[in-house]
């Protein structure tokens, strides 16, 4: 009896499920176990990542005097409370000014995984992004002086930039936002469906299973793969008759396209859409279903598939909520206006 | 050699210095040493502190679905990264509303001390004060039915009241605004000075020692007193000789009173006074100094006590960001009008 279940053990570890294979073979990767393997995948060797660095990121990335009022920090839009993002239709920042294309905030977990930032896909690498809402007017609202000043201004930020880059650093814009990406790129978090792809193939229920199968069958795959189960640009597809629920009017990108968002930690991210105009994740599922893949999904259909995307719940990365250093008579003094 | 070094320690440890005892004399109390002293001090036997009610208390204060903006959470304007404040002369809240009789966001580090809440003093404790921001329209601007469907649409919220409190609870507004308050009352923060106080006669150095002399001396005690050093109400005396800086006007009290604010991490609390006039700490000392005391401080005198102040700045608990539970199809969506 022992001989047979370490036998039944040993090939649900080793070798992996015909649905998990099926998965890979749709475009779905898992998040690797292994830490060097992960750690190749979140690096980038331009901006390597370091310990010092991603704990100086922390505080940049929790630190409201960055921004022109002195509110609104990177954390405010990209909560990690709250699956990352601030649970908004539309992004509100300097001023209480919603976004103007009325653009919903993205999450920041996983973003790492993305070939493309934004939704429109402008920029490459968090490192470009974090450039972007700090100076945007309806967003952080900052020039690039007030953000140097800042941080330059409180001499605990200038210790650990030297202890983090060596003396002799430029303490400049760029080298302020690579650091806030240094510290993005640590958030990714391993769900169960990262363990089954991985090989357990105990980690998903029956249900989810089965989800997962649907998933793949309707071709929300041909979208939603790789590590991020989204990360390429497409064409989000909007016809006339859809108008009305407001799912399209996408303005940021001349062509129409629009970066596949991640489905990971998806229940904890709505509302939907680049414009955030569903909370619902079925009603979510259906409409794409219609919009992007020409299906009607029965209600059985996209309950299941609704079941797998829970599992790709999750766990986030531990982080202790910062304690910045004190601002100085040469701190520049917030401006709400 | 040994038994002499011996000695010393221990006669630095038993005996208060002459200092320690003439600042008790002055109405100065440390944070207590001893955890049960400590305990007694912050708990409200109507509400007891318990661990669950804390790490529950803390998810409340950081979540933003509180607020009818789902943008405001109690950390936004008091912020635990910031000195637990944040950082701006009048609070700015719902709709970009800044408070309408220009007051500063007090502190939440230490507020556990106070015998009264709000700067005008209308609340006698932190349960009653948290029910406040929560509801004020240029704040929080929630209903009680906001906040009380928010954390019940929850099921994890719903869970951990029933851990807290016994199955039987009843989530009402005040069940929930009494466990923010318990979080709150853990947020002390003992210092170097406290240390001195309880008789670590070297916890402060020679200039942190004729600093406090020097508080003492010229009276600054009267108002900065107790544990809190500032928890009692006091006339805020404004003469027509400094409307001109507008460091009076406090209308929120018909008898011009303002509750006397802490001075622990006043280094980390700027802008200073009610309604956030003076950045600079050894401004606002010499200001004091003019208005209350009727003194004109010298700028040695000022730059002592300014010295004497940054002993305060306390070690602030370690508190592990929270992962809030995700919203359901019935929570309350957001408002931002």
Chains 1, 2 share one sequence.
């Not at 922390?58 to 909560?79: A, G, V």
Request: charged share 20%; hydrophobic share 35%.
């Amino acid at each position: 009896m022992k001989i047979l279940a370490l036998a039944a053990i040993s090939t649900s570890l080793l070798i992996a499920s015909p649905l998990a294979q099926k998965a890979k073979e749709a475009g779905l990767k898992p998040i690797p176990n292994d830490k060097k393997e992960l750690h190749k995948l979140i690096d980038n060797p331009k901006n390597p990542i370091t310990s010092m660095k991603v704990e100086l990121g922390k505080k940049l990335y929790f630190d409201p005097r960055l921004s022109k009022s002195n509110l609104i920090s990177c954390n405010t839009c990209h909560n990690l409370a709250t699956g990352g993002t601030d649970g908004v239709s539309a992004a509100i920042g300097h001023k209480w000014t919603a976004n103007p294309h009325h653009l919903n905030s993205p999450t920041v977990y996983n973003a790492v995984f993305f070939s493309a930032q934004f939704w429109d896909g402008r920029d490459p690498d968090l490192e470009k992004q974090a450039q972007g809402p700090i100076q945007a007017h309806p967003e952080m609202a900052a020039t690039k002086d007030h953000v140097v000043n800042t941080v330059t201004s409180m001499p605990q930020y200038v210790g650990e930039f030297k202890a983090a880059y060596g003396d002799n650093v430029e303490i400049d814009f760029e080298k302020i936002t690579d650091t806030i990406a240094t510290f993005e790129r640590t958030l990714v978090t391993p769900s169960r469906f990262d363990k089954f792809l991985n090989g357990d193939s105990n980690a998903l229920n029956k249900d989810e299973k089965k989800g997962l199968q649907t998933f793949i069958d309707k071709g929300c795959t041909t979208c939603h793969n790789g590590v991020g189960l989204g990360q390429d640009m497409n064409a989000f597809e909007v016809t006339a008759k859809y108008k009305h629920r407001n799912i399209g009017d996408f303005r940021g990108d001349a062509n129409g396209m629009v970066k596949v968002p991640t489905l990971r930690n998806i229940v904890e991210t709505a509302p939907y859409f680049h414009n955030g105009a569903i909370w619902d994740l079925k009603e979510a599922v259906i409409e794409m279903g219609r919009i992007q893949l020409g299906l009607d999904l029965s209600e059985a259909e996209a309950e299941s598939i609704t079941i797998f995307l829970k599992s790709l719940t999750g766990t986030k990365p531990n982080v202790m909520y910062p304690q910045l250093p004190a601002r100085t008579a040469s701190t520049p003094k917030p401006n709400a206006n």
